[in-house]
């Protein structure tokens, strides 16, 4: 039997209602806790993105299209990263063929965010996906504040006692969220 009859056989098999079913994407991570971002952190910023360059690139998982995203950094909260990155997210578009990746973060053009950067071998991606993305907007007073990012999937509780970054940042102010990654980054180096 040839691949194109098995798949029609394997499809004609199953019951109607599951033959024609639109795909479901999902990504499911354990929330992190705020400590556990930073550490897996090289710079904390607050950045706007800006030019974006969608490409193919060879990954250990085969050929992928990845987006390259120019941030100007307009705060460096932890790290020295300068006053421009290039940050790799992985999906996007070339031609006519796209790639999305749920949990990945998605960086807007001028959308403003509080970003957990790791760099990995060179190339700076966002920390642990869209969790280490936090996109800020203006509340009705006009105060900057940071969200969590809509694009970070399924997340599970955390076991036991303690509190995810999440939890700790998303409605927060920019300000209050600066001041406790520093709090924190200050404390896990006296530590060292």
Known sequence: MNRRSFVLTSVLALPPFL????????????????EEL????????????????????????GRRIVTYTRLAVERAVAGAPGTELWVRTLGGAVDKIGQAVPGEAQLA?????????????????????AQGHYPIVLDDKGTPRVTGSRDVGMLLPRPGPS??????????TVEDAVSLVKQIRKARDAQK
Request: cysteine-free; overall charge negative; glycine content about 10%.
């Open 163 to 172: 509190v995810s970054a999440r939890e700790r940042l998303a409605g927060g």
């Open 38 to 61: 930073l550490e897996i952190s090289t710079y904390v910023v607050v950045g706007t993105p800006g030019e974006r360059r969608s490409l193919w690139e060879e990954m250990p998982s």
């Open 109 to 129: 053009p001028g959308a403003q965010a509080l970003l957990f950067l790791a760099d990995v071998r060179g190339v700076v991606v966002v920390a642990s996906m």
């Open 19 to 34: 033959a024609f079913a639109p795909g479901a994407d999902a990504s499911t991570q354990r929330l992190l806790t705020l």
